[in-house]
């Protein structure tokens, strides 16, 4: 194909203002329009007033953004590793360079806390930075079969790479994908969720700006009936990395299943944080604060389900409501990013009524009057709740806890595996044998013991049961981006 085909109309585009209206997408290194020239303006969260205007892409779009990643596919496989290395590298110095447009812009789209937009803009830079560094790594083994044949294997990219990521934590999950992707020699196809597209794109810019090819790194935006659909279904495109909900991942998986299309979804989470009687329980109580308010309960991993043994029941919860109280939505925690999800948290809050539980916090949206027409929730706490109950079963992904109480640590384990959903588990405990054990039996993809979600870029993520197949980050996810080879020869 030719490289240098664009698609609408060529734009410029600089990374220095919040709206610069229509945000275009970033293909084949260059910023354009849609082909037929829509666009739409999203919502503000922080005053429920217009935001930014973001194009919207079409089926053609997709055609000439995967044409573009294509043709630049075997140059960036080729490419010596060293060199992919330094410009993966640049790229994670440029993102450092640039930290105060690219914050800027995300709080502009999400309103996130400064202090949590810019931890996530860092985390972003930190994943090319460590696959980077990864580069080198050997890409297969020698396999000692008998003395006359030479065995070995290869890890090959799968080509164009088709990614679908979602609106809460844009930047850091779209560098998430794409830093293994590309390391692993892969070139990139990216949707963001259309309600927070800026960064993305931002981040493609600086892609192209750190020297890497044209077309390694495309951005269509859009919405994902449209966009999403053509990423999935379109033949170039050998395997998809999808973040977002079940029913999408299920629709992803549907299409994946009649193409024998590899898959990595990482879908949601509805995670237990079990706190045991012999806990350190004032920074339990802390930490089970911050693992349902961080990004307004907007993370897939948050511990939204806090399991209390009985004896300390009542006196934990207390604290915790204590703690909760003093996050002050608008200052500490963001609002809902869209009006879609402020919607729906208040809708649980009727579940919640409908069920019977019994409200220790907050159960309202917030109403200060600096923060009228914002998409702001206030940190809420439910007891009386049964596992049963759809407010513990169901994601709501908002700043939403619901405590039950165990008896024992079959019981904690039993409730906890009650769900559809397998990412996340936390342990409360001194007793590191009861650590490990409940470890162990919990069935999720990662489990913090006497911690809330600390884990580094180093170390992988993924989930169990509804909540996705695939691990994205840490070497593991290198694994995920690659397909192995065998090569057998005789030596005669």
Known sequence: MDTNTTIGTPVDFAINAVDPGPVPHWINGGPVLSSDGTSHAVLNPVTGGPGATVSLGTVVDVDVAVRSAAGAAWQWRKMASAERASLIGSLARLIRENLELLVTLERAETGKPRAVAEAEVRGAAEYFEFYAGLSHLPQGEVINVVPDQHVYTLREPFGVIGVITPWNIPINQAARAVAPAITAGNV???????????????????????GLPRGVFNVVLGRGDVVGDAIVHHPDVRKVAFTGSVAVGQEIGRVAADRILPLTLELGGKSANIVFADADREF????????????????????????????????????????????????????????GQFDQVQDYFGVARQEGATVALGGTMAREPHLEGGFYINPTVYTGVRNSMRIAQEEIFGPVLVVIPFDGEQEAVEIANDSEFGLVGGVWTQNMARAIRVSEALEAGQIYVNTWSTASVQTSFGGQKRSGY?????????????QLKSVTIALR
């Open 284 to 339: 339990a109580a802390t930490e089970a604060v911050r693992a349902f308010t961080t990004n307004a309960g907007q993370v897939c991993s948050s511990g939204t389900r806090l399991l209390v043994e009985r004896s300390i029941h009542d006196e934990f919860v207390d604290r915790v409501v204590d703690i909760a109280s003093g996050i002050r939505p608008g200052v500490d925690m963001g609002p809902m990013i869209t009006k």
């Open 470 to 482: 695939g691990r994205e980050k840490g070497i593991e996810a290198l694994n995920h981006y690659t």
């Open 188 to 210: 990139v196809v990216v949707k963001p969720a259309e309600s927070t597209s800026q960064t993305t794109v931002a981040l493609a810019r600086l892609a192209t700006e750190a």
